[in-house]
């Protein structure tokens, strides 16, 4: 058996253990030798990663546009009053997923390593640590639900409404960090499958729970919005026992116990945290700074407000890809630099990224040249549709370079190399996208300039990222 080094990863058991978790990994992984000596397998391993993902997330999309349509049916003071909350909540939980980067990073590392027990550990301590964020947010969500639903500029008549909704909704933020917690720490074994299952679960719950609890079926009265969050706190919680359900099952690709040392450990604890805080800033950064870009188009007057709602929709379908095989790529060269094998971590960014490419290559065809068609199933305004068609022909040539940036920058995390990901944000957001997006606007550019200053945003980041990634320095991080 070799020695461990406080500050690194060391192989434990051998191949012996490494072989052991790998029989307890999701279905068709590989060895880390074996994707260094077949390109095939590695071009399987990184497609069996990032497909779970990509349909989750583009589910949980299509989920979420079901979700507001529904409560939507109801009144216009329902759907502003559930907009006005989703805000808050989305830029909470999205600070709180970032958070998780460290845990991915962290059990990826072990899990390359051979080190069974060290990744159990690790992921007891984020356990642990989203318990106490959890019941943190939850409490004080619940406390403050009416300042913060007045503080995002609820009028009389929706004040009430969106009060009692972020309520109810803030209850199931335990259970939301629970998932979020655990599928980050799946991710880490290279398990994509699973949280896919659970969220995949608990949003089709949701929406059955919604048309239950919304308009009075089956014997139960109509709750309206009240309703809509209680189906989403249920079905929240439904997701967080399967996800517990997920590590603590016998030969499972963890398996806990309860009887197993949940006390904090300060070092595991303090590598969790200086690889996740870096990616929770950013994030803090992206959805601050997107609020920005809105307000600021939000000045061009209302059709133009239209046309760029109906972009939005369209761009966040477009990074879907990128975000995928970001994933895949943190979870394999985790474990590639946990294997001590830097050349194999290397070539998984870049064989993520050039698969990722071929996809974004291919939305780029269908945004450029059916632009129009897609915006036609929004509205019927010609105005609207020709200034959206335009901008997605931005959307389309950017591809390339916001897939390279989503995919390399995760491989990046999983190397626990996530402060250059904040830089680029920070500089990409707010002294590209915001700057430039105020000046075109100011040139009479009007929504294509907004589009523009968006699409050198995702150019400096490509470059930067990039850059970043080929000097080969993330390889020497220690997490």
């Not at 060391?10 to 253990?17: A, L, M, P």
């Not at 279905?27 to 397998?41: D, G, K, T």
């Not at 989305?90 to 991915?104: D, E, I, K, R, Y």
Request: proline letters at 3%.
């Amino acid at each position: 058996m070799s020695r461990k080094n406080e500050d690194d990863v060391i192989i434990d058991e051998g191949e012996k253990g490494h072989q052991e978790i790998l029989e307890n990994v999701a279905r068709q992984n590989f060895s880390i030798e074996e994707l260094a000596q077949n390109e095939s397998l590695l071009n399987k391993r990184i497609w069996t990663l990032a497909w779970p993902a990509m349909l989750e997330l583009l589910l949980m999309s299509l989920f979420g546009m079901i979700d507001m349509v529904m409560v939507g049916n109801i009144n216009e003071q329902s759907l502003a009053a559930v907009g006005l909350s989703n805000q808050p909540t989305q830029l909470a939980l999205a600070v709180f997923q970032a958070l998780n980067v460290g845990s991915t990073a962290l059990v990826a590392r072990f899990i390359g390593a051979g080190d069974k027990e060290k990744a159990k550990a690790a992921v007891r301590q984020s356990l642990v640590l989203v318990l106490i964020m959890g019941t943190a947010i939850s409490i004080l969500g619940f406390i403050f639900a009416g300042d913060v639903v007045a503080f995002m500029g609820a009028e009389p008549d929706v004040l009430p409404l969106g009060t009692v909704y972020f309520q109810i909704i803030s209850v199931g933020w335990i259970f939301t960090t629970i998932s979020m917690g655990m599928a980050a720490v799946l991710r880490g074994v290279g398990d994509t499958m699973t949280p896919m299952r659970y969220n995949i679960i608990s949003n089709s719950l949701n929406v059955l729970g919604n048309y239950i609890l919304i308009y009075g079926k089956l014997g139960f009265p109509a709750m309206g919005v009240a309703g809509a969050a209680l189906s989403t706190t249920i079905t929240r919680g439904i997701a967080a026992i399967m996800a517990l359900y997920a590590i603590y099952k016998p030969g499972s690709s963890i398996g806990l116990s309860l009887k197993d040392n949940y006390r904090f450990d300060k070092d595991l604890l303090k590598r969790l945290l200086n690889v996740g805080l870096p990616s929770a800033a950013e994030q803090l950064l992206l959805r601050t700074g997107q609020l920005v870009f809105v307000r600021t188009v939000a000045s061009l007057g209302t059709s133009v407000i239209a046309a760029h709602q109906i972009v939005l929709n369209v761009f966040s379908i477009s990074f879907t890809p990128g975000m995928a095989f970001g994933m895949a790529a943190t979870t394999l060269v985790g474990q590639s630099l946990g294997a001590k094998r830097p050349d194999i971590a290397e070539r998984c960014g870049y064989e993520a990224r050039r698969i990722g490419m071929y996809i974004a290559m291919s939305m780029a065809v269908v945004f450029f040249f059916f632009g129009s068609y897609i915006a036609d199933l929004f509205t019927n305004e010609p105005d609207i549709i020709a200034m959206a068609a335009t901008s997605m022909k931005i959307i389309a040539v950017i591809q390339p370079m916001q897939s390279t940036q989503f995919i390399l920058a995760g491989a990046l995390r999983g190397a626990g190399d996530t402060r250059w990901p904040l830089y680029s944000s920070f500089i990409g957001i707010w002294g590209i996208r915001i700057v430039l997006a105020k000046l075109f606007i100011e040139m009479g550019w009007g929504l294509v300039g907004a589009w523009l200053a968006q699409g050198c945003d995702q150019i400096f980041r490509s470059i930067f990222i990039y850059s970043r990634y080929k000097t080969g320095h993330w390889k020497k991080i220690r997490v």
